[in-house]
């Protein structure tokens, strides 16, 4: 069984940063397709950044582009989110999800990962 753990979420003025970790469990990690998504109150959840297997390739969400970045060390099974600039419309519950079965590739839809995080509460004030 595959375990996904975020943390580093919290409560930051707006122009601040955030850094958001995933720890994965599983010996394949280098494996996993990876992205992070959100989900505000009231909305559907979004997608906000992806990453392939090696971390050499990644695609965001137009809304965080040049503010946040992705990027993952297989040899320590962990997925990161740096956030920057934050803006009051980045709250939300930040969730990682990993894709165990696919080929090496950005996945931007939700239905196409096998394996989600509990997510981590991000709370950015005006």
């Known amino acids: 069984q595959v375990q996904l753990v975020e943390s580093g979420g919290g409560l930051v003025q707006a122009g601040g940063s955030l850094r958001l970790s995933c720890a994965a469990s599983?010996?394949?990690?280098?494996?996993?397709?990876m992205g992070w998504f959100r989900q505000a109150p009231g909305k559907e959840r979004e997608f906000v950044a992806a990453?392939?297997?090696?971390?050499?390739?990644?695609y965001y969400a137009d809304s965080v582009k040049g503010r946040f970045t992705i990027s993952r060390d297989n040899a320590k099974n962990t997925v990161y989110l740096q956030m920057n600039s934050l803006k009051p419309e980045d709250t939300g519950v930040y969730y990682c999800?990993?894709?165990?079965?696919?080929?090496?590739?950005?996945?931007?839809?939700?239905?196409?990962?096998?394996?989600w995080g509990q997510g981590t509460q991000v709370t950015v004030s005006s």
């Open positions: 999800a990993g894709d165990l079965y696919g080929t090496d590739t950005l996945i931007l839809k939700d239905d196409k990962y096998d394996y």
């Open positions: 599983g010996r394949t990690f280098s494996r996993y397709a």
């Open positions: 990453i392939t297997w090696r971390g050499d390739m990644t």
